[in-house]
């Protein structure tokens, strides 16, 4: 093995990112390199960036400033890539922008940063000639990739992210992931089991299965028939240890019957659906290019809660859509009031540089959107802190996934993915608990673990209740 060196990987943005920065590290392990938890000592440090948003491409420059920078009073160099949606967008620019990136390499091609980290090594960080890896391979990346180590799942915690498509066909008009992902891709199914059952061998109890349209999944299974994503969460709810699964990102097109009916039929899949809508106008989603209206929305929504009664919905908003009326944004408002969601995501509408929306006219002030935005998102606080309030006095499940604060503290998550605080020895960690809630704040639930017992999940899908006085297996 090469001498050990640092590495310091931060992700902006979505799930995907953080899924794909694990497997940086674990790519890179074998060279040498160990994750610290701080940039001021790294070796490498890896910008693992998304585009979605200006806001979000404007953190990254304003990172690579504050890295070199920090080089500067220091006194040192280190080794800075450039990864993700905003290598893949802007390539070369970056070069011209950010002075000391030595690397930028887009999200298809990480699985061969030994061989581009190496390059550039050699080349030398004076030399000012950073190294561009923006090509949409033909090879697929997961094909190469090293899978973690048993120590590196057990330090991610007992939920872990597993990515089962990449890329999307639909075109929305406000966004660039068609352009840097790339074409709607499916993993093939017995590959992602064999991930599935490497991670619950080391202890992980919850996955969730991402991509940027999951529902789309459409991969080949061991005969070479195209499996869908019921029938990869019916698999994967049958691996020994797996007590938990979801799914994200998913589009409306492609919620179908199959799917919805899962939600009745599978306990272990939570009664949770992130389902981003985007605009409650027709108009507007017409304009972006959706390809549903509003009525399929509720029509999905109602046919959901049919069959699952508990299901909490979460969504993402766009206010401030190029030709945005107050009209189209009182849609908004009312699908948000009629449906009710435990959570959800809303921003003013950036316009992103090769879209067709950043050509449209109609532009919305800035002044509108932030109203607008700022009426929403009170909308949206007064739901969640109604479902999270309708919580209290129940008794949910919880899957504890690490230490809290303070002495004694565990943090879990229920089916919601609220936060939940509760006491017990560290030793519970990777277990699931029954908690009945009696705290709620605008942070996170707090409860108390129903007779102070743990339900484990055995690998041979048995299970049992054990005490906190007894010594808990991993």
């Known amino acids: 093995m090469s001498e050990t060196r640092k590495l310091y990987v931060r992700s902006f943005g979505c799930q995907m990112n953080v899924y794909d920065a694990q497997r940086m590290t674990d790519t890179l392990a074998k060279e040498g390199y160990v994750e610290t938890d701080s940039p001021d000592d790294a070796d ?30 220091a006194g040192r160099q280190q080794m800075v890539a ?90 929305c008009t406000f966004c660039v992931v068609p352009y840097t992902r790339g074409a709607e891709v499916s993993r093939p199914l017995p590959k992602i089991l064999d991930e599935v059952i ?48 979801r799914y994200t990102t998913s589009h409306p097109r492609d919620m179908d019957d199959e799917l919805i009916g899962l939600h009745r039929d599978l306990p272990a899949l939570m009664p949770y659906l992130h389902l981003p809508v985007q605009s409650g106008s027709n108009r507007i989603l017409a304009a972006m290019n959706r390809k549903h209206d509003r009525e399929l929305f509720f029509e999905i929504v109602a046919k959901v809660r049919a069959a699952r009664p508990d299901i909490a919905f979460s969504s993402d908003f766009i206010v401030g859509f190029p030709g945005e009326t107050d009209a189209d944004f009182a849609d908004t408002m009312d699908l948000v009031q009629r449906v009710g969601f435990a959570s959800a995501f809303s921003f003013k509408y950036s316009s992103r540089p090769g879209t067709p929306a950043a050509g449209m006219g109609g532009q919305v002030p800035e002044e509108v959107k932030s109203a607008r935005i700022h009426a929403l998102q009170a909308l949206l606080d007064s739901q969640r802190t109604a479902f999270d309030t309708a919580c209290r006095g129940r008794v949910l499940d919880i899957l504890i996934e690490k230490p809290g604060r303070f002495p004694g503290q565990l943090i879990g998550r229920s089916p919601y993915l609220q936060s939940i605080v509760v006491e017990g020895p560290v030793e519970a960690i990777g277990t699931l608990a029954q908690v009945e809630v009696h705290g709620v704040s605008t942070r996170n639930l707090s409860g108390d673990i129903r007779g102070g017992e743990f339900f484990v999940e055995r690998p041979a899908r048995e299970s049992r209740f054990i005490g906190q006085s007894e010594k808990l297996e991993a």
């Not at 490498?44 to 404007?58: D, F, G, Q, S």
């Not at 970056?94 to 030595?102: F, S, T």
């Open 198 to 245: 490497r991670l619950a061998e080391a202890g992980v109890r919850e996955v969730t299965l991402i991509g940027q349209n999951v529902n789309a999944y459409h991969g080949l299974d061991a005969a070479g028939r195209s499996a869908n994503l019921p029938e990869l969460i019916r698999r994967i709810a049958e691996v020994p240890g797996i007590a938990r699964v």
């Open 44 to 73: 490498l440090v890896i910008l693992n960036t998304c585009h979605i948003r200006e806001k979000a491409a404007e953190k990254v420059y304003s990172e690579l400033g504050r890295l070199k920078k920090a080089q500067e009073v």
């Open 82 to 171: 450039v990864a993700g949606c905003v290598a893949q967008a802007e390539g070369a620019e970056i070069l011209k922008r950010a002075r000391g990136v030595d690397l930028v390499v887009g999200p298809q091609s990480y699985h061969k940063l030994p061989e581009l980290v190496a390059d550039a090594r050699r080349r030398g960080h004076n030399q000012r000639a950073g190294i561009v890896e923006t090509e949409f391979p033909v090879e697929d990346k997961f094909d190469f990739l090293p899978p973690p180590t048993r120590a590196a799942i057990n330090k991610r915690g007992p939920a872990a992210f597993v990515t089962v498509q990449e890329g999307c066909d639909k075109f």
